[in-house]
């Protein structure tokens, strides 16, 4: 009795998977590492937005304590009443005439200090 000739590709098919799995785990270690990166940026990304935002509470402040300060400066129904306002470090003087006073205009009518 002959024996039947033993094929020379006996381990292809073991070499082809351990190949296909060494891809498959390289895909997903790649993966990993882009999740790991993405997290990061948007980490960062948000931590500068919130930055922004806080570096804007002072300026907004300002411009709305400037805002309250010198609204209503001239009442309706009344041409006498118009006020001025003049701005100094830390104080808005508000300028005009009072309904009781001599109708001298240079006279502060109002102080607004401007810190919080």
Wanted: net charge neutral.
């Amino acid at each position: 009795m002959r024996k039947s000739p033993q094929p020379q590709n006996q381990g292809a098919a073991l070499v082809i998977v351990l190949s296909i799995l060494t891809i498959l785990v390289t895909l997903v270690l790649a993966f990993f590492s882009m999740v790991q990166t993405e997290s990061q940026s948007s980490t960062s990304f948000a931590e500068s937005v919130e930055v922004r935002n806080l570096t804007d509470v002072p300026v907004n402040l300002v411009v709305s304590q400037l805002r309250k300060a010198t609204e209503n400066l001239a009442p309706v129904g009344t041409e006498t009443a118009f006020k001025t306002w003049s701005s100094q470090p830390g104080m808005i003087r508000v300028y005009g005439v009072e309904p009781d006073s001599s109708n001298f205009r240079g006279k502060a009518v109002a102080l607004q200090a401007l810190f919080g």
